[in-house]
């Protein structure tokens, strides 16, 4: 298959539909970003890869890093990390602090704020040097030595970051938070701060295509069984309320954030990335979702 | 891959595993099936099938056949169903009224019960003899001319199905129920009553690990888009609030009932059913799943 | 005091202020009272009464009726009637349906709809005649030998009111509706569709501003005890979600009702009923809680 | 009426109830309390008093404090203060979260947790030296120099006030908090750390019993219509999700907390505290409760 061609294709017919997203606005960093700015990049398992528009453009890859912190929590952790944070799907976000009570301050799953609070709670307790250590292994899935974090996002995520603060709170107050909580907070928007382009976040999101090894290298980053659990967690809970419509229109593992990033992965084939800063109702990239629906569809690929 | 012999083995695992599971008793026909019943059914989409156990023992449905009136409906209908009912996981029971309530009547996804109910209403509305029409979909789908309702059961279901009606009345107060309650109730009272095999309902699955298909015949029984689309349906909503853990276990998209059923596909390769009685918490049976997980570990082959 | 003299002041003062407020439209019967309406009428215990504007012209009461079947069925009971319903306000619509569910079927108090439609089944199942013999018990609460039931009003009701119907077969459910749904619901839609004045209805609640007795005679109708506990459940809960206002603004025991009006009680003092069609947001009589608002204000006299 | 007879009734008759109730354990100071202490102290407006058991002794007044803070917060802000907080009852905890972000960080009233946050963030905004000023306030209205703060619970409850902080966070989020949180949480946590005896509590409630003047001296501390409102804030919610039951059984306004202690006033007769550690499953008093149930019913006096 083309995929240079077919991902042609769709980098014209994106363009031409109107961007009826809008670029978030919380914070001044992820405001001023170009709202025309379009990228995408496939990594097929096989070395082949590709890409179009702005796919070497480094952008703020936001949620799309809980992906690691749970792969590496995950690794360190072993299954006993179910404990502390499910993998069901979360509803709208008006059942979010409910069902948080409901459910005794343990997270439905670990790509919403409130599980991803409680991996980096994890992370926080288990290693020396939870932000080196997190950059060491992000640095070695995706092969690039010089992914780091955007200080100035990091701030100023911090100073809007009241509400993940009211969640960090909660769960401590159900006692599923156990280290020092602005450690932790901090902890967390220095992972949302992550630039990367989407050349290299489809490469990083090779290890969820290739069942937990890199291509080309021997090792199991992590198992096989592992790797298949996070993309089940991707398709179930990577796109907030609208998962449902993502494999729905999709149908491929993968998760959003609001810097208007989304990776996916069809498992024994491709990763994939794709960047287009406006973000629809639900908070995912609307014409990053219009991409991947004409990728699957003129490939007749996707998981179901 | 030498399915026949898998399944022998997860039968001895399954068998050494104490059930923990709870017989459904809430109307009578229900409870009186035998709790230590177990069979599991595979047909591949090349023409190849096994089974084990109870595999040639009709059971209920139930749920199960939601999957059968929702392809009827989405032919039907078309893409203008998914304004009447959304495709997202539907969270916890409690949140299911407060949801249906504040998203205006419109449910979740078409497969927990009010979205099965406007399904219902859609066929009602649509066909001219519903109970019968509906009969002869899943007859064609399954190439079984005396698959039939359960008359007892569906009696049973409707002197029970408050809640049901609960639903439907609410739904109404939202414009999003348009026939007559009584007519609507006594039709998915039907579609719930409905009885198959694990062979049965294997077979009748098929159709959605064969993209719309019917092994063999040459005519779409539905486009490949849509037997995508219910794939993706039942991968994040076909298991109640287990959808995710379903997905992280076993890894393929299902449907469960209460009767003890659940029906699985492998788009491209195969569907599988299986049958154990006895439930777990969120109402799903307890070895269906375990049979499940062990296929998808033994065979090395899921979704993801 | 005179509260001919204080009344006649609201008359004027309330004729001044803009009315926000917009006529019930869900029922033909209730869109089409002019919304220019306006009547108070206010009857001391010592006997004495007086009234302005539209005082002697009926409309319909709706759910302020619910306090006349709470105090039947109280009366009927005795004190094991709050198994089945509670004494505490409920909050928002949204949590309504929800808490039902949450507290398995009990709902918060007896004047909201779900807490009447159990008032509904006690009646029903404990009166041979249940329509009749409610109406005689208003009929000897009120003194009025004519009040009656308007059927247009009632089979109205009952075409639109499926989400009462949801509420009753969701509490059938839990087991707290015993008889007929069909039967409760006719009878609940009979209850709401009866038509006073303001004159009669504050005459009739003189039994709650009197401790239980009709002034001028001598035998209880209900008990001290009870009269007093009716009051409080009318302060906390007869305004839905601005009982609190109520409370704050007027403080005094009352019930409102969607065809525009309002009883309230000081008690040990008086009954005073007032009507005006437009209702503010929250489904109260937008003019009718200004009007008791002015009358508290300027008789310096409230329960607080 | 001879109270001090009434009291000695209710003495003996409380001291055969078992005690259904638990001693608040959720720090250590509250926990060490002796569960059998009870006390109680009336004091009528025109100047009499009367008490029994340990009406001497302090206690930990916890959530009764913050009548006093919403008291100087509505003298300093006005009716402007209803934009930032409500006056309707909360309904169950389960929904107290979800209310607030529905309600977009207004809190349903000031005498819950989230309210007295926002109540304590408004003093801490407009005085200079809060935890001073709030206390002279204080000692000018119960006339008792020497009331203060006990440092040992303050700083106990902000070690495990991590519920707290999420709701002020939550409402930061909103905008509806405005000052430092840190510091706002801590001199909430002062204010619940007051301490004062049955006799000091009842005497400094005299001020709402006698519209907004202390007892036997001509300035009014707060308006006439300002106690009013206060009282009937205190009807509707002063006791967490059990108001109406209060309302229903006892019928006067007050405010309950977590040390045992409840203060309850009759408008222009009289202000009554009562002390009895053992909460019940509601989080008040189980043998203050009763004993202000048998207040009103040997006095026949309630608002009601």
Redesign the interface.
């Known amino acids: 298959m083309n995929f240079q061609s077919i991902l042609s294709e769709i980098d014209s017919e994106v363009a031409r539909i109107p961007d009826e997203g809008k670029v978030a606005s919380y914070i001044p960093e992820l405001a001023k970003v170009d709202a025309g700015k379009f990228g995408m990049h496939l990594w097929h398992v096989d070395g082949d890869h590709c890409g179009i528009g702005d796919d070497r453009e480094a952008f703020s890859v936001q949620s799309i890093a809980k992906v690691f912190s749970l792969t590496l929590a995950y690794e360190l952790e072993g299954e006993s990390i179910w404990k502390r944070v499910?993998?069901?799907?979360?509803?709208?976000?008006?059942?979010s602090?409910?069902?948080l009570?409901?459910e005794q301050g343990i997270p439905?799953?670990p790509l919403i704020n409130s599980g991803a609070l409680v991996i980096a709670d994890i992370l926080y307790g288990r290693l020396n040097d939870p932000r080196r250590e997190l950059l060491d292994f992000i640095r070695l899935v995706s092969g690039l030595p010089d992914v780091g974090y955007n200080e100035t996002v990091a701030l100023s995520e911090k100073q809007s970051g009241?509400?993940n603060?009211?969640?960090v709170?909660?769960m401590?107050?159900f006692g599923n938070i156990r280290n020092d909580i602005e450690g932790i907070l901090d902890f967390y928007f220095h992972l949302c701060s992550i630039e990367m382009t989407c050349a290299e976040l489809s490469k990083a999101f090779l290890l969820y295509a290739n069942h937990g090894k890199i291509p080309g290298r021997e090792e199991e980053i992590i198992s096989?069984s592992k790797?298949?659990?996070i993309?089940?967690?991707m398709?179930?809970?990577g796109f907030y309320?609208?998962?449902?419509?993502f494999?729905?229109k999709v149908?491929l593992?993968g998760k959003s954030g609001v810097g208007g990033g989304i990776a996916a992965v069809h498992?024994g084939k491709y990763a994939v990335a794709v960047w287009s800063p406006g973000l629809n109702k639900k908070g995912n990239s609307f014409k990053g979702m219009k991409a991947l629906e004409l990728l699957t569809t003129k490939t007749?690929l996707?998981?179901?």
């Open positions: 499910g993998v069901e799907p979360s509803g709208t976000r008006f059942n602090l409910m069902q009570e409901f439905r799953n009241f509400r603060a009211a969640l709170n909660l401590r107050s096989k790797a298949k659990r993309n089940a967690i398709q179930t809970c309320d609208e998962a449902g419509e494999a729905f149908g593992p498992p007749e996707s998981i179901f």
